[in-house]
């Protein structure tokens, strides 16, 4: 299906993935996004945590974020993600490149009511650390009152993946310069706490509770 023109990539377009299993995986293996929106004609873009559930993606902050009071009244947002997987070093200045994949959300969120905040906390929570939610103190109800939570839905949205080596020019070929892909990857440095163990076992994270304990 050819996809929205809004969200059409044009440029490289056999780099566009349109479906959700390559874009919950995105949405789901980085760690933070960006929020672009506008306000009085100026746009901003602010970088802040996200978690996906299903069909939606969460966002949190404080009660007192501008951010998310100006989201809340149903401002149209885009949410960007961007998993930055190496430099792609070429022959040519020219033909320099990144490797990565991203993607890119519209769409219009919604202020996520009391009821549905537990589970919007615990996505967030184990999108950092899986299994932390267990580990730690459970928010209290003054906690879950300072904290604003908006929702998503994933329902217009693009990713766009580079992968591979360099594109060179086969007249630069000959070039006596070093070309090839240096791989980049975020990674937690060691520490008492074992975050490559939580990390490894992202996919069994256990359920969030469905009552709320003052
Ligand atoms: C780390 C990184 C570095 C990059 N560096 C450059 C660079 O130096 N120069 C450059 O021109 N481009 C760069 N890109 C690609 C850039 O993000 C755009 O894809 C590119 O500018 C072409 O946009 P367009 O004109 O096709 O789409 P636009 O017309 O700008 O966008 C149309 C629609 O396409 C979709 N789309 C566009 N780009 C992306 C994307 N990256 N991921 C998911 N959906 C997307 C969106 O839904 C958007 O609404 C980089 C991307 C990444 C992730």
Redesign the pocket.
């Known amino acids: 299906m050819r996809p929205d023109k809004?969200?059409?990539?044009?440029?490289?377009?056999q780099?566009?993935r349109y479906d959700r299993e390559t874009i919950d995986a995105i949405l789901d293996e980085a760690l933070l996004c960006h929020l672009g929106f506008e306000v009085d004609g100026q746009p901003y873009v602010i970088p802040t945590l996200h978690a996906r559930v299903g069909d939606t993606v969460y966002v949190h902050g404080s009660a007192a974020s501008r951010m998310l009071r100006q989201l809340a009244g149903g401002v149209r947002v885009?949410l960007?993600v961007?998993l930055?997987d190496g430099l792609v070093l070429a022959r040519s200045v020219f033909n320099h490149?990144?490797n990565?994949?991203?993607?890119?959300l519209?769409g219009a969120a919604r202020l996520v009511p009391d009821e549905e905040k537990l589970a919007a906390l615990h996505a967030l929570t184990e999108q950092l650390a899986p299994g932390r939610w267990e580990e730690a103190r459970q928010p209290t109800a003054k906690e879950l009152k300072a904290t604003w939570i908006l929702a998503l839905p994933i329902e217009e949205?693009?990713?766009?993946v580079?992968s591979g080596p360099p594109e060179d020019d086969p007249e630069d070929e000959h070039l006596p310069v070093w070309a090839g892909v240096v791989p980049v990857h975020l990674t937690a440095e060691s520490s008492d706490y074992d975050w490559r163990r939580v990390h490894a076992g992202r996919v069994v994270g256990p359920k969030p509770p469905t009552t709320i304990e003052s």
């Open positions: 809004r969200i059409r990539i044009t440029r490289e377009p780099r566009g885009c960007t961007t930055f490149s990144v990565y994949r991203s993607v890119v519209l949205a693009s990713a766009k580079r």
